[in-house]
């Protein structure tokens, strides 16, 4: 049988296995550790100021004339409404008895359009907001 420092005792006969032997194993471990700092800062600014903006626009007005323009006369047909040269006109009847039935044309009612265009002008006041930061360094 052999025997040294390093190597343990192993005991075997001619027919025998040798019997085992466990050696301890040193294990080494990891921790971690997590820690915040604050590295910098950072300060934020909002205000809020007001600036003049003009206004300059164009606004249409649109007014209607009507005019009842008497016809008086009798027509065979009932006319439709329809447009002449800008001008809806409205046709309104009324029926006569007499021995035989006729159509009269009593008036119609022309609408007419007029545009008229002026300027406007206005200084309003409108708010707005901007933001500014600085660095508010901590390093040591």
């Known amino acids: 049988m052999m025997n040294s420092d390093k190597h343990p005792d192993i005991k075997s006969t001619p027919n ?34 007001v600036k003049k903006a ?3 626009e ?4 649109r007014q209607a004339e009507i005019k009842h323009v008497p016809i008086g006369q009798y027509i065979s ?3 439709q409404v329809r447009e002449e040269n800008g001008v809806k006109i409205i046709p309104i009847f009324e029926e006569h008895i007499e021995i035989v039935k006729k159509i009269y044309l009593k008036e119609e009612i022309r609408i007419e359009s007029h545009e008229s265009v002026s300027e406007f002008k206005s200084e309003e006041t409108l708010k707005y907001q901007t933001v500014s930061q600085k660095r508010i360094s901590t390093d040591k």
């Open 16 to 49: 025998e296995q040798p019997e085992e032997f466990i050696i301890p194993l040193a294990e080494e471990r990891i921790e971690i550790e997590k820690k915040q700092y604050v590295k910098s800062q950072f300060q934020v600014e909002r205000k809020t100021e």
């Open 54 to 56: 003009p206004i300059n």
């Open 58 to 61: 164009q606004l249409i007005s």
């Open 77 to 79: 047909d009932i006319p």
